[in-house]
């Protein structure tokens, strides 16, 4: 290509003004976007008793104690695999709705649709619709578009700051760290973090928008992986639709079954937010907002067709629909063997997860045998060993837990620091007890190589045992 | 308004690529990536004359900044010196058998010793506090004590050694080598004693004179039931324990040669605070009286 003068090496991005549309996916997002934003600046403000020793948050992340709790549910750091738990849901849920709908959560639910979504809202309130923009953007700078612009970016920055702000009140007491926050008394790393989250939610809102969907985002990239033949998506029936023709072509034209139900107005690409043209078929950049298929709904009613020249369908019925069959029902594009399997996986860890948080105990014990050295001769020739033991008291109050030692009769347990069998373990805290466990002289386990040993721990309040194995060594061959 | 055609070879040139007539588009780089890389270019270059990075001829560059990690732990290290300053002089000056288990002091102590027992004392006494028996290192872990186990008799311990000869109050016993002036018999016949008071199998028949032997020479240190001395650092001889063994061998080997171990007077080479901190350190690890 010598005959070609060099290529820019880079291309500016270019501009994007959605029109308004109505509709009931308008509809439907506006109603999701009420909701998730309700759950995310409202969440940390729930209360849930616990108790005096308990933070009484509904939803922490409390990193200085290392507890995370949900309501009801107490995480202690031992347990993340409930975390991990929950993530492989979120996944295997993002497998199914992906596998039967398409991109939905990049359309409808990702936190850069929903925020970019409402900046657009923003947007159209000071500076009006797509038109209004368009010439906003074009005119010099003026007195009104200094105005305009400095109440936009104004009311983002307002939105960016409340966005950042929320997101701190999930890690501490949020009604103590708002008036801290008001008072300037909170912790540095509180204001440095609203400070990047308000960044972020401005830039990424304001200005990058559907950039970060098609060069930063990697699910994108992913989603051919999830989506099949059945996959229902947001896409153009270009059958039914083409050749298309304006309405002067419509008007030169003598035979008027010679044009498709595309009229060109356009109205599809207008509307939507991230600058494409669904026409030309699925493409990387289309997060399936479904926008579109409002607008095109809007223009087919208005011209008296069939609405759904854009709409959601399954790349499986487009020889049907060719052909002239209707399409299989929705159900049957959603309801088959592949979305039933990842049901059945998404349920089976659910299950797993809240069988696993309706068995485990109060309390909770690590056993670790001191191994350097294996084991210590006493004066009296009985031999020794020593293990630390760790005490996870989950009561939201102090209790006493007794040690008990099984495994062979002749084995005696000490707890370093205590004549008694029992220790206090202080109110949801971690106690490391180190233990005793001797054997006589002449007996078995002072003897043989290894013996298996049980430790029983008992709560005294509340009965519950618990126990853990570990090994005695002894003298074993000489 | 903006060109919504697609890129075309004729519009973008291709990269020359070429696969079964496929062709790659050399299309142009989004603008706000191609200024992200420009300025990690611009970055990269000042971070090297910032900071260390330049390979020279005797060492590296050392950046206009002056950062060095080093000097950045020993800046750590001061900071957490000067913020346990206070505790450390509190332990210091602490009387330890007075010491509440609930003191920040003790804890700094004990955590604190067992970094001191790691550094200086594992050498010998080995990581875990147990000792080398066959080099006669005692264990440390175990209820048998040759000079005491209070947090007292440890504290002096540590602090004036044993048998070393740099601390006039050094800990001093000396058992003489019976092999240069006692019979054979005599030996094993002691021998033979001492075996039976520590309820090790033995020659029943040599039992006689092998505990007028013993009364004549060994019960003034070791005492008249070779409970042993801990004022004299003479060891009990009727219990499990042997610093160097209990066979047969290894008891013959010992009245004939003599056997005793050397000690450093640490108080000569730690502050303190650490003598204070490894001496709660020890006693705590199971054997303390």
Request: aromatic content about 12%.
């Amino acid at each position: 290509m010598s005959d070609t003068s060099p290529p820019s090496l880079y291309a500016a991005r270019e501009p994007i003004y959605p029109k308004t549309v109505d509709g009931k996916f308008r509809r439907l997002k506006w109603a999701i976007m009420a909701v998730t934003l309700g759950i995310y600046y409202v969440t940390p403000w729930i209360r849930w008793d616990r108790g005096p020793a308990l933070p009484d948050q509904a939803v922490l992340v409390d990193l200085a104690h290392r507890r995370f709790y949900f309501f009801w549910i107490e995480i202690w750091p031992h347990e993340f695999y409930f975390v991990a738990g929950l993530l492989i849901m979120a996944g295997l849920g993002l497998f199914l709705f992906t596998s039967a709908l398409g991109r939905v959560w990049c359309g409808y639910s990702c936190p850069q649709t929903v925020w970019t979504d409402l900046f657009m809202l923003v947007e159209r309130r000071v500076e009006g619709d797509r038109n209004a923009q368009l010439r906003l953007a074009k005119s010099p700078l003026n007195l009104r578009k200094a105005r305009l612009r400095l109440t936009k970016w104004t009311l983002w920055l307002l939105i960016a700051v409340a966005t950042g702000g929320a997101w701190v009140f999930y890690f501490a007491d949020a009604p103590t760290l708002a008036v801290d926050l008001a008072t300037l008394n909170a912790p540095a790393v509180a204001y440095t973090t609203i400070a990047i989250m308000t960044a972020i939610t401005f830039v990424f809102g304001g200005f990058m928008r559907e950039q970060v969907c098609i060069y930063m985002c990697p699910w994108p990239r992913i989603q051919a992986a999830m989506m099949d033949d059945d996959t229902l998506t947001v896409g153009y029936r270009e059958w039914r639709g083409e050749p298309r023709g304006r309405g002067k072509d419509r008007a030169a034209s003598d035979d008027h079954d010679a044009l498709g139900d595309c009229i060109d107005c356009n109205a599809c690409v207008a509307v939507c937010p991230t600058g494409i043209d669904i026409r030309d078929g699925q493409q990387m950049a289309c997060i399936t907002c479904a926008l579109c298929i409002d607008a095109c709904d809007d223009i087919m009613a208005k011209i008296g067709k069939e609405r759904g020249l854009i709409d959601y369908l399954a790349l499986s019925d487009a020889p049907r629909e060719r052909e002239g069959t209707p399409p299989r029902p929705y159900w049957q594009h959603v309801f088959r063997l592949r979305t039933m399997i990842y049901t059945a996986l998404w349920a089976t860890f659910g299950a797993l997860l809240v069988f696993a948080l309706f068995i485990r105990a109060d309390i909770d014990v690590t056993v670790a045998p001191i191994r350097n050295p294996q084991f210590v001769t006493m004066s009296d020739g009985s031999i020794r060993n020593a293990y630390d033991i760790r005490l996870r008291n989950k009561n939201g109050e102090d209790r006493p837990f007794r040690l008990q030692v099984a495994g062979d009769l002749s084995l005696r347990i000490d707890l370093e620091g205590t004549p008694y069998d029992q220790t206090d373990v202080t109110a949801n805290e971690t106690k490391l007890q180190r233990v005793y466990v001797v054997a006589p002289r002449f007996s078995d386990p002072a003897a043989a190589e290894a013996t298996d040993i049980r430790f029983w721990i008992e709560d005294l309040v509340s009965g519950e045992r618990v126990h853990a194995d570990s090994v005695f060594n002894g003298r074993g061959q000489e | 308004m903006t060109d919504k055609t697609p890129n075309t070879p004729e519009k973008v040139g291709t990269t020359g690529h070429e696969w079964d007539g496929i062709e790659e588009l050399n299309n142009p780089l989004p603008r706000w990536w191609l200024w992200t890389f420009y300025a990690c270019i611009i970055w990269g270059v000042g971070y090297t004359l910032a900071y260390p990075a330049w390979p020279l001829v005797e060492r590296a560059s050392t950046g206009l900044l002056g950062f060095s990690t080093r000097a950045e732990v020993a800046a750590d290290i001061a900071a957490i010196d000067a913020q346990n300053a206070e505790v450390a002089a509190r332990l210091a000056s602490a009387d330890l058998s007075a010491l509440s288990v609930d003191d920040p002091a003790y804890h700094y102590g004990v955590a604190g010793g067992a970094a001191v027992f790691r550094a200086n004392c594992s050498q010998c006494h080995g990581s875990g506090a147990a000792g080398v028996q066959a080099a006669g290192y005692p264990n440390l872990l175990d209820d048998d004590w040759l000079w005491g186990g209070t947090l007292a008799d440890i504290e002096y311990t540590v602090r004036h050694g044993i048998r070393n000869e740099t601390d006039f109050d050094a800990r001093w016993s000396q058992m003489p080598a019976y092999g240069e002036f006692m019979e054979d018999l005599e030996i094993a016949s002691v021998v033979e004693y001492v075996l039976s008071i520590s309820g090790q199998d033995h020659d029943a028949a040599m039992l006689e004179l092998g505990q007028t032997v013993f009364m004549d020479n060994c019960a003034a240190c070791h005492g008249d039931a070779g409970m042993g001395d801990r004022t004299q650092g003479a060891p009990n001889l009727t219990d499990a324990i042997w610093l160097y063994g209990g066979t047969r061998d290894d008891i013959t080997y010992t009245v004939e040669n003599a056997r005793f171990g050397v000690m450093p007077a640490w108080g000569q080479r730690l502050a303190e605070e650490d003598i204070k901190a490894v001496t709660l350190y020890l006693h705590q690890l199971g054997g303390g009286e």
